[in-house]
């Protein structure tokens, strides 16, 4: 709500910077307090009415037009006195704090200018129906009067009257509207030259504040809520907090960031009170961090009381409920003793199964539970039986040497001292040797046991069903076969089972690709092929019930094929250009299921002869007419045995040297210049023609 006062907006913000180093003792000063959602809202009538001599059982309510005030005379010259009222809604201010009121009136006419009258505004009951001359709103009383002087504007534009005292009167009484009446005083009221109107419309400027409410849902430490009679709560680290309630809102919506104080002292010492300051705004969570002061003033085993208030930058608010505990910092005295009979501390070695190691409390009487954790596992806790008591937990270690840390905790969960116990297991679960590389190959395994007495075993692999081995041989061996229908990362789960019932687990992780085989006729990694000549590529599946393949040669559209009743497909396929192709390939399954992409790379051979020559290039004009050139042909067919070839436009000509050969010739002109060359096998077949465009330089 934006300040319609600037002088008023002025010594806000002066009062707003000696809030931010009122502190008190123990506190962090903050370097400005932000500013507050000011509280101030031109507030207009909801409704107008006049009453009139002349019909003194009538009543005019929101009539358009101007409304009149004192005597005037109506066209024929008889007189009417009027009142005017206007009625404002002021349900929004219940239980707000009203600084200033100020009504403000626009003049539209009046008798004589040069005298002034005294204007009343009286507070009155609301006008109804039935209102009128004859009955008029009871009077509540004189609220304000003005009287203009000579000199100010005839009609004046605006006319304030201070109101405050009728809409706080209106609010205390619990009432939701207020009504104001213009008039004026009856010594003046029969005076025609003293009369005036005003416009229908008028309004308030309310300059208010809600006073923040008293903090609710109070808690003395994260999470728990507080007490505040006996017993008190015994908690370790105070961290009081509680949610902060302020009704200012400006138009948009935005509130007052409040300074949110927070009390504490020791109960057995008031006077050692010491206050923090916290901010935050309406429906906030504020939170006073004792903690970070502890041990002074806090002591242990020393019980506190606290209590928290907001306050804006106008009003501060009452103080909350007195919350209580005592402080525990201290955790049990001795740390905990560790035994176990499955792993002695003695340095031998024994199995890596499942044991018990029991803890108990070493004297310390307000353990009531103990932490653990094996090696660098996730800390755990267990109950004590009893406080003081013991606890006994199940662990299955890593083979090798290993350490269990153990603490005490109290009811608070301060801890002991940390008993470090070290014991050393032995690798007892089954060796498992083979090796899973593709879906839907059987695969061997052998196992071996590396405990006495192994009789049977029980193996999956991850998502299967389990499967056993009833009988293993004389020596605990035994011999699965396993088959993945699925790829992808896979487990085999192996366990290898005594005759008392002792068991051991390994596991061995796979990779399977689902990828499909592609293998190929003709084109290879080295060149091979060449432009025109058509290839077989052959695709094979890795997953089940392959339906057909997507795959896509480099520069190309993705193409479908279906596949044949053992999964497999052919596709012929011809290249346009030499170089490196890419031939991507996926096969499709009857379910949807789509496998990972193969991508088969192979160089198509150029069957066009290569050419180079010197001095002359193809991308800067070299020598010049009548300097001879040297020009090289290449093939990569060993089978060429001639070239033929042409400049320009001249005869062509042949020259026989295998697959290699060098010519010359003399250019007459500068300029461009193409040389077109074909290689010939001995059967007299042509490779398509390489032609070679040069540059000369201008003689």
């Known amino acids: 709500?934006?300040?319609?006062?600037?002088?008023?907006?002025?010594?806000?913000?002066?009062?707003?910077?000696?809030?931010?180093?009122?502190?008190?003792?123990?506190?962090?000063?903050?370097?400005?307090?932000?500013?507050?959602?000011?509280?101030?809202?031109?507030?207009?009538?909801?409704?107008?009415?006049?009453?009139?001599?002349?019909?003194?059982?009538?009543?005019?309510?929101?009539?358009?037009?101007?409304?009149?005030?004192?005597?005037?005379?109506?066209?024929?010259?008889?007189?009417?006195?009027?009142?005017?009222?206007?009625?404002?809604?002021?349900?929004?201010?219940?239980?707000?704090?009203?600084?200033?009121?100020?009504?403000?009136?626009?003049?539209?006419?009046?008798?004589?200018?040069?005298?002034?009258?005294?204007?009343?505004?009286?507070?009155?009951?609301?006008?109804?129906?039935?209102?009128?001359?004859?009955?008029?709103?009871?009077?509540?009383?004189?609220?304000?009067?003005?009287?203009?002087?000579?000199?100010?504007?005839?009609?004046?534009?605006?006319?304030?009257?201070?109101?405050?005292?009728?809409?706080?009167?209106?609010?205390?009484?619990?009432?939701?509207?207020?009504?104001?009446?213009?008039?004026?005083?009856?010594?003046?009221?029969?005076?025609?030259?003293?009369?005036?109107?005003?416009?229908?419309?008028?309004?308030?400027?309310?300059?208010?504040?809600?006073?923040?409410?008293?903090?609710t849902d109070l808690r003395s430490e994260t999470g728990t809520a507080c007490t505040t009679t006996e017993p008190y709560q015994v908690i370790r680290y105070p961290v009081p907090s509680g949610v902060v309630h302020d009704r200012d809102r400006n138009d948009s919506g935005g509130t007052d960031q409040l300074t949110v104080s927070f009390a504490a002292w020791p109960v057995d010492q008031p006077e050692a009170r010491i206050e923090q300051t916290d901010y935050a705004r309406d429906g906030e969570r504020a939170v006073g961090r004792y903690d970070t002061i502890y041990p002074s003033p806090f002591e242990h085993d020393r019980t506190y009381a606290w209590q928290m208030r907001a306050a804006d930058s106008r009003a501060t608010g009452e103080w909350s409920p007195v919350c209580y505990f005592r402080l525990d910092v201290r955790g049990p005295a001795t740390p905990p003793v560790v035994t176990s009979t499955d792993f002695p501390d003695d340095d031998g070695w024994y199995p890596a199964l499942p044991g018990e190691f029991t803890f108990t409390a070493n004297g310390a009487a307000d353990v009531v539970r103990y932490g653990y954790s094996l090696d660098s596992g996730v800390e755990k806790t267990i109950d004590a039986d009893r406080t003081g008591g013991t606890a006994t937990v199940t662990l299955t270690p890593d083979s090798g040497p290993n350490t269990l840390r153990v603490w005490s905790l109290d009811a608070v969960g301060n801890r002991s001292a940390t008993t470090e116990y070290t014991f050393r297991a032995s690798d007892v679960s089954p060796v498992v040797e083979g090796r899973l590389s593709e879906i839907g190959v059987p695969a061997t395994f052998q196992l071996r046991p590396q405990m006495d007495g192994v009789v049977r075993y029980r193996y999956v692999l991850d998502g299967d069903p389990e499967q056993t081995v009833d009988a293993a041989a004389a020596d605990g061996s035994a011999a699965i076969t396993v088959t993945a229908t699925r790829g992808g990362s896979r487990t085999l789960t192996v366990t290898s089972v005594t005759a008392d019932g002792v068991e051991a687990t390994s596991s061995r992780q796979f990779s399977l690709p689902t990828a499909p085989k592609v293998s190929a006729t003709v084109y290879l990694p080295i060149p091979s092929g060449g432009q025109g000549i058509p290839g077989v590529f052959t695709f094979t599946p890795r997953l089940p019930d392959t339906v057909s393949y997507r795959y896509q040669f480099t520069g190309e559209d993705q193409q479908v094929v279906a596949a044949q009743a053992d999964g497999t497909a052919s596709v012929t396929w011809a290249p346009t250009e030499a170089g490196v192709v890419n031939l991507v390939v996926r096969s499709v399954s009857g379910d949807g299921t789509v496998s990972e992409p193969a991508t088969f790379s192979f160089r198509v051979r150029d069957l066009r002869p290569a050419v180079t020559a010197d001095p002359y290039r193809t991308d800067v004009p070299m020598g010049g007419p009548g300097q001879p050139g040297e020009f090289r042909f290449t093939s990569q067919l060993t089978t060429t045995v001639a070239f033929l070839y042409r400049f320009d436009d001249g005869v062509e000509q042949r020259v026989e040297t295998g697959s290699r050969?060098?010519?010359?010739?003399?250019?007459?002109?500068?300029?461009?210049?193409?040389?077109?060359?074909?290689?010939?096998?001995?059967?007299?077949?042509?490779?398509?023609?390489?032609?070679?465009?040069?540059?000369?330089?201008?003689?």
């Not at 009046?110 to 009951?125: I, Q, S, Y």
């Open 1 to 215: 709500m934006p300040d319609r006062n600037p002088r008023r907006t002025a010594r806000r913000g002066v009062l707003a910077a000696a809030l931010s180093m009122v502190v008190a003792a123990g506190t962090v000063a903050a370097t400005a307090v932000p500013a507050a959602a000011y509280d101030i809202r031109y507030e207009t009538n909801t409704s107008w009415a006049w009453t009139d001599s002349h019909s003194p059982t009538t009543v005019d309510i929101d009539r358009s037009g101007d409304v009149p005030v004192g005597t005037w005379k109506d066209g024929k010259g008889r007189p009417h006195t009027s009142r005017a009222y206007f009625t404002f809604d002021i349900s929004r201010y219940r239980g707000a704090d009203i600084q200033s009121a100020v009504l403000d009136v626009k003049e539209t006419a009046g008798g004589d200018c040069t005298r002034r009258p005294v204007v009343e505004l009286r507070r009155t009951a609301a006008y109804t129906a039935r209102s009128s001359w004859r009955n008029p709103p009871a009077d509540l009383g004189l609220v304000d009067s003005r009287q203009l002087t000579d000199q100010t504007v005839c009609p004046a534009p605006r006319v304030e009257f201070d109101a405050v005292d009728g809409l706080r009167q209106a609010l205390a009484e619990g009432r939701s509207t207020l009504t104001l009446s213009l008039r004026l005083p009856a010594d003046a009221e029969r005076d025609p030259a003293l009369a005036r109107q005003y416009a229908s419309k008028v309004g308030i400027s309310i300059d208010y504040n809600f006073r923040p409410g008293v903090p």
């Open 661 to 699: 050969a060098t010519v010359s010739w003399t250019p007459t002109e500068g300029g461009t210049h193409t040389l077109t060359v074909v290689g010939v096998t001995a059967d007299g077949t042509r490779s398509p023609e390489q032609v070679w465009t040069f540059l000369v330089a201008e003689g």
